[in-house]
């Protein structure tokens, strides 16, 4: 039996869109409580929660939602093929830097999580948050 998918746009206020697309299933749930707690965070930009069928996007500004999309896809790829380069079986996470911006990318079984946050952010007490 094939599941029918949804798409669904929600602006909880006018500086936080929400999008969610899909339907998840219970570890994609559970995630999503996570890091809708993790967002109220300070310092907390926003984060992308991706699966196969479902996606989540809960970003601060609006319009730097498709640049954010791609920085983090392009985060996760990057870790894939740099991985073997090292002998490294599977990057669990990837922390990147910028001047300003850090961006947090893991993979939770097949989900895909993309934090945004400002530089001076505790990113250790998310990834263990999200280990939980």
Not at 2 to 23: F, N, R, W, Y
Not at 39 to 54: E, F, P, Q, W
């Amino acid at each position: 039996m094939k599941q029918q998918s949804a798409a669904e746009t929600q602006c909880l206020s006018d500086s936080a869109p929400t999008i969610t697309v899909g339907i998840g299933n219970s570890v994609f749930t559970n995630l999503a409580g996570t890091l809708s707690e993790i967002r109220k965070l300070k310092g907390v930009l926003g984060y992308i929660l991706r699966s196969k069928t479902a996606a989540i996007i809960d970003l601060t500004q609006r319009e730097v939602v498709v640049e954010y999309a791609m920085l983090s896809s392009q985060i996760h790829d990057c870790s894939r093929i740099v991985a073997p380069q090292f002998n490294l079986a599977d990057v669990e996470s990837s922390l990147v830097e910028g001047k300003t911006l850090k961006v947090l990318c893991m993979d939770i079984g097949e989900n895909r999580i993309s934090v945004f946050m400002d530089k001076t952010c505790a990113h250790a007490w998310i990834v263990k948050r999200i280990l939980l």
